[in-house]
Every structure is written in structure tokens, then in C-alpha cells.
């Protein structure tokens, strides 16, 4: 059947051709992503309806809780289908506050490879992205080169497939793929955050896919009279307008918006089939 995410287009992630529009997990943890989340059943309820819809890949961590994202993937999905492909994340942990923490050590990066395997019910992850904990808050210059380490050897024992980096700049970019090649790069951007444009199109020259997260704004979503505005004379919303523009804005770009609730999930989903005419991607290039 086809569905909406068929129109988004495909794109090469490791060795798989996937649908470009994705699903991000993080919003099925409770309040500020930690604990867990008021309506389990409706979690599950969403990530069964985000396979059934034909999405092909999900972004999850296992700090993402910590543990909850995981186990609900697991709880809903399990037997995965073949064609499903779960992408997770290492190097943070929570404290019982829920505060973020850098764990970067072979120690943690090892466990935490071993905890998304546990808590996914796999003997291999597809795909595994060291996000850069120099700064919480975005890219910061420094060595990865020990956790890289570490995961290329995680690579080579058979648990991970694919590695890949998040919340990184160029220059950590290319120090990486002298020692293994990364499968993706996953970023902040959106029409709102535009610090990797030149990124994006030197990973697409490559055929690295780029992942932006938050495509939406995240936890202070966009707003902007311009995006209202052009949303209207299209007749859409102002998310898929966003996602819509996102699409459009290179073909290497794969989206993983996320969602606890089943009317936003059609919304982002129908946004794959969201046409924007050049005169209005020409008005949302000037948000900036």
C-alpha cells in the first residue's frame, strides 16, 4: 500500500535505502524526557501506527528516560519487521534529577551499546551515533578520538553495524573518517538554525545522509510569523510546512520528527506530500 512516506523520497543510511521522513522516539519518555510517560498504551499505540504508516527507521537512545524509549519500542514492536531499521545514540547518562551527564569512557560508551541491546531485544544495532558531549548545547571543537575508538571496536566485535555522529562539527567530522566511516551525521538544524547549510552539502557530496534533530524547534518549537503566514496560503500547518521545507532543502536529508500523539504524527507524516512552490521556499529562506 502506498502511504504518505513513500512521497518523501529514499535515501541511503548504511547499506539500506530509506524513506527519508523517519520518527523520533524522545517524546514517548515522560516530562523532560525522563521517567515515564503519562499514557503508556498510547505510546505504543503510536509506534505500532508510525510502522504501519511505512516508516522504516526510528531514532531512540537509551538515555532517552533513561530506559523508557527503549522499552516501549520493544513492548510495541517486537519481532521487528525486517525492513525496520533503529538507530540509537551513546555517551550521556541521566542523574536522578534528570540532568544530562557526559559518559564517554570505554567503560560507559561499552555499557551503554550493551543496555540498548538488552533493552531492544537485538544481538546488533544498525546503527549507533556518538553524540558530542563537549557541550551539551551544541557543537564544541575537541577530540573524539577515544570514544570513536571505542565504538569502531564495539564495530568490530559484531555489535554495532553502522556508526555514526551527532551534535558535531566538520573538523570532528573528518577526524572520524580516518578511522571509520560514519554512515550519518546528526545535527541541529531547521528553518530557524541554519548553522549547517555549507555541512549539509559537503555530507551530500559524499552521499552521507544528515539527520537534523529538532527539526521542529524541539522544546521551544518554531514560531515565526513568515512560517504562519506561508502555511496558510498552502493550506497546511506550520510543522509541515517546516518539514515539508526540510525535504526539499537537500535529498540527503533524512527527518525524524517526533511525537506522543497520533493526530500530530498524520500531520508530520502528510508533510511528504506537501508541495512548496519556489516563489514561498524563496519567502521561508529569508526566516533566517
Not at 116 to 124: A, C, F
Not at 135 to 147: F, I, R, T, Y
Not at 245 to 271: C, D, F, M, Q, V
Request: glycine share 8%; hydrophobic share 40%.
Amino acid at each position: 500500500m502506498m502511504t504518505s512516506v513513500d512521497e518523501s523520497g529514499r535515501y541511503q543510511l548504511g547499506e539500506w535505502q530509506v524513506r527519508r521522513l523517519g520518527y523520533g522516539a524522545m517524546q514517548l519518555a515522560g516530562p523532560g524526557v525522563f521517567g515515564p510517560p503519562r499514557d503508556p498504551d498510547m505510546a505504543r499505540r503510536v509506534l505500532r501506527e508510525v510502522v504501519e504508516a511505512g516508516v522504516d527507521h526510528i531514532d531512540t537512545s537509551d538515555f532517552y528516560g533513561p530506559h523508557v524509549t527503549n522499552q516501549l519500542i520493544r513492548e510495541a514492536l517486537y519481532p521487528y519487521p525486517e525492513h525496520l531499521h533503529i538507530v540509537t545514540k551513546v555517551s550521556a547518562r541521566r542523574d536522578k534529577t534528570g540532568a544530562w551527564l557526559p559518559a564517554l569512557s570505554a567503560e560507559e560508551l561499552t555499557q551503554a551499546v550493551e543496555d540498548n541491546l538488552r533493552h531492544l531485544g537485538l544481538d546488533v544495532l544498525d546503527v549507533v551515533n556518538l553524540r558530542s558531549m563537549l557541550d551539551v548545547h551544541g557543537p564544541a571543537e575537541g577530540s573524539l578520538e577515544a570514544p570513536w575508538t571505542t565504538l569502531v571496536e564495539l564495530k568490530e566485535r559484531g555489535l554495532v553495524r553502522h556508526l555514526g555522529l551527532s551534535n558535531v562539527t566538520p573538523t570532528q567530522i573528518r577526524e572520524a573518517q580516518k578511522m571509520a566511516p560514519v554512515a550519518c551525521v546528526q545535527n541541529q538544524y531547521n528553518l530557524a538554525h541554519r548553522d549547517d547549510d555549507a555541512l549539509i552539502g559537503e555530507l551530500a557530496a559524499q552521499g552521507i545522509p544528515y539527520v537534523p534533530f529538532f527539526p521542529l524547534g524541539g522544546f521551544t518549537p518554531l514560531q515565526s510569523k513568515t512560517l504562519d503566514e506561508v502555511a496558510a496560503r498552502l493550506e497546511a500547518t506550520p510543522m509541515q510546512v517546516a518539514l515539508a521545507w526540510l525535504l526539499k532543502r537537500s535529498p540527503n536529508i533524512l527527518l525524524i520528527p517526533g511525537t506522543s500523539s497520533l493526530t500530530h504524527l498524520h500531520e508530520n507524516l502528510a508533510a511528504a506530500k506537501l508541495t512548496i512552490p519556489e516563489e514561498e521556499m524563496q519567502v521561508l529562506e529569508g526566516m533566517k
